[in-house]
């Protein structure tokens, strides 16, 4: 195979059939334009990892016909047209056949092993560098790998159980938030996450990225939406004082977030008004574009024709200001980013939310986004017990909940993170869940329309608290 590694290196794009590319990339999960098709495909960037099997990276654009385009990561694995083989072919190309490298454990074991080396290769555009956080990775060079679930937005693998390596998929220029975070938390010893193992980036001359991370695996951890839903059900009264722990874990990340005042993208900053302002008029808008068109539907009833109530207690809460202080934060905060372990809970993926742009999730915000995103976690957790399990959730879990870890929050956390007083703290906390609320309303009306009557709940009582 030695002949085709610099044809494979320098002109991917003639070797590989590019519309039997195009169709497979439109069918993964990760792929994020679901409703537009791929016109063409460029490729970004290309190297060869290992020729004996042949492992190759590509960063490509999918280009779209208005002229936008999206960034992906493909490591493709090639073996001889008409082997046997597990993995699915995606393409054939010159007696070749190509397919999905992180569905063939040798492969990705080859990735583990130049992390561990601290690996750096030139592409000739840029550099590829594998990065290896502290001491040696310990994974087995026979590790069994295997997959994490059905992820929406990444590839996850589990080395034996030692280590998780994340590739991400769809890629931006620049940093990705879940490496920055966790290094700054890994450096600082927090103990309520899976520590970082190590990571591969891109460092090109038209745009660097965030290629992959790596961190402990944690073999005994269960996920806290799972948990959840459980114990609501078996243990109401010990989940009750577990999600007090979790209001304590938040509150510590919190601090430790804000602990760095020589960090610029770390150190904590004074809100300013604009951004409150910003804030609340998108909220706004995008409470007249949803309540102009909600459908007839009884579940919607409690909210129908009251959008202009929203909007005006929206306002008048953006009146009170801000406070406190903006930091960097989780970004997508909620039970499913979490796990039980024997240690206690443990925060996972810090990516922010995915639809958003990278510099958005990088921005710094108010600590309790991140606080009103779980309480709107905990109303989801209590409703889906019944349309998930058939079972009902005790009357009062949810507010006893919020009570719970709110307390726990605050007895914790920096006080000079949050606004002043009691009614700063409430009214700022509203809104961040009223843009959660929003948000799950559009969803749910687009996706799971059996579901849209969380969000409404959580409308209402915004309406009507005092």
Do not use: C
């Not at 995103?373 to 949810?398: Q, T, W």
């Not at 700063?424 to 009557?453: C, M």
């Amino acid at each position: 195979m030695g002949e085709h590694v610099q044809t494979l290196a320098s002109g991917l794009k003639d070797f590989l059939d590019i519309e039997a590319l195009k169709h497979w990339l439109e069918q993964q999960r990760w792929y994020a334009s679901k409703t537009r098709r791929v016109s063409t495909i460029e490729i970004a960037e290309s190297v060869v990892l290992s020729e004996e099997p042949m492992l190759l990276l590509a960063l490509v654009q999918a280009v779209f016909a208005t002229g936008q385009h999206e960034l992906y990561q493909l490591p493709l694995g090639f073996r001889r047209a008409g082997e046997e083989s597990e993995q699915k072919s995606i393409a054939v190309a010159e007696g070749w056949s190509v397919y999905d490298a992180l569905a063939d454990s040798d492969h990705a074991r080859e990735l583990v092993r130049r992390i561990d080396a601290g690996d750096e290769l030139d592409t000739g555009e840029g550099s590829l560098r594998f990065r290896r956080a502290d001491g040696s990775l310990g994974v087995p060079a026979d590790a069994v790998v295997r997959p994490i679930g059905l992820e929406q937005t990444n590839t996850s693998l589990v080395f034996g159980s030692e280590l998780v390596l994340k590739i991400f998929r769809k890629l931006e220029p620049g940093t990705n938030p879940e490496l920055e975070l966790l290094r700054f938390l890994t450096a600082r010893e927090f103990p309520s996450i899976a520590p970082l193992r190590g990571w591969i980036e891109y460092e090109g001359r038209m745009f660097s990225a965030t290629l992959g991370v790596a961190q402990e695996f944690l073999p005994d951890a269960t996920d806290g939406w799972e948990l959840t839903l459980d114990r609501i059900a078996t243990d109401p009264e010990g989940l009750l004082e577990l999600l007090g722990s979790l209001g304590t874990v938040t509150a510590e990340m919190h601090s430790v977030l804000a602990s760095d005042a020589n960090d610029p993208a770390f150190t904590p900053e004074e809100p300013s008004n604009e951004a409150l302002a910003l804030l609340t008029a998108t909220i706004d808008e995008e409470i007249e574009r949803i309540f102009v068109r909600l459908p007839d539907d009884e579940r919607l009833a409690p909210i129908a024709g009251r959008g202009q109530d929203v909007r005006e207690r929206l306002a008048a809460r953006s009146q009170l200001g801000a406070g406190g202080r903006v930091i960097r934060t989780h970004g997508d905060f909620h039970l499913g980013q979490t796990l039980y372990t024997p240690r206690g809970w443990v925060i996972i993926d810090f990516e922010g939310e995915p639809a958003r742009p990278l510099a958005g999730r990088r921005q710094k915000r108010s600590p309790l986004r991140d606080v009103a995103s779980m309480l709107r976690s905990f109303a989801y957790a209590a409703s889906a017990l019944e349309i998930l399990h058939g079972k009902s959730a005790p009357a009062d879990f949810e507010q006893r909940a919020r009570e719970t870890f709110l307390e726990h929050y605050f007895n914790t956390v920096e006080p000079g993170l949050l606004p002043g007083g009691v009614a700063g703290v409430a009214n700022l906390l509203s809104i961040f869940e009223l843009e959660k609320a929003i948000y799950e309303l559009q969803y749910e009306l687009d996706h799971r329309p059996d579901w849209v009557t969380i969000p409404v709940a959580g409308i209402v009582r915004m309406l009507e608290q005092a």
